[in-house]
Structure formats: structure tokens, C-alpha cells
Nanobody, 121 residues
């Protein structure tokens, strides 16, 4: 069964850090670009990071401002999102997805169920 499972979300104070995990089962995640998205209540989904499969290149939108780092551990079939200096506006459900053809194609294959991140004092 092909599956992506996110974990690592939770409640954190402003300025704190979290590391999210996106674990794959039923297929080899190393063969795919993987993107992280988030969606806050009442807002559209937005991408926050992507990592390519071929060369491991990483991509971030400007608003991340160097606070997030995406990485992959192929031995564990997992992609991570390290989030530092978290702000209340980072509060959202975070999802990972495989992106067919590499980062930026917009062709997403498989999605996880999401993990809630809440940044609040």
C-alpha cells in the first residue's frame, strides 16, 4: 500500500523549533521529489519547501526566510522539514506530497494526511 505519513507536529512557542517527518511506505521515496505544504484555516494551501530526487536540490519560497530546511534520509525512506524561529503565522496543517517530474512541475501524486503545527504563547 502506497502511503505517506507525516508526524512531528505539535504546539510550540514563538521562536521555537519543530522537525516534521514524512515517512513513505509501499514505494521508494528517493525516486521522487517531495514537497511540503501548509494550509491554515480560511487560507489557501501554500508550498513551503521542496527537495528534488536527482540532485537533492532544495527550493523555498521567499517567505520562509531561511527558517525552514528540507532534507531526506533515503535509508529511512523519509523526508524531513526542520522549522526554526517559528512564528504564530506558521500555524497550519502541514502536508507532504510527492511531485512527479521534479520540484516545480505542480504534478502531485501522493499526499499524506497532514500534521498540525500550532505556534502560540
Amino acid at each position: 500500500q502506497v502511503q505517506l505519513v507525516e508526524s512531528g507536529g505539535g504546539l510550540v512557542h514563538p521562536g521555537g523549533s519543530l522537525r516534521l517527518s514524512c515517512a513513505a511506505s509501499g514505494f521508494t521515496l528517493a525516486y521522487y521529489a517531495v514537497a511540503w505544504f501548509r494550509q491554515a484555516p480560511g487560507k489557501e494551501r501554500e508550498g513551503v519547501a521542496c527537495i528534488d530526487s536527482t540532485d537533492g536540490a532544495t527550493h523555498y519560497p521567499d517567505f520562509v526566510e531561511g527558517r525552514f530546511t528540507i532534507s531526506r534520509d533515503n535509508a529511512k525512506n523519509t523526508v524531513y522539514l526542520q522549522m526554526n524561529s517559528l512564528k504564530p503565522e506558521d500555524t497550519a496543517v502541514y502536508y507532504c506530497a510527492t511531485e512527479f517530474g521534479g520540484c516545480g512541475t505542480g504534478e502531485y501524486d501522493d499526499w499524506g494526511q497532514g500534521t498540525q503545527v500550532t505556534v502560540s504563547s
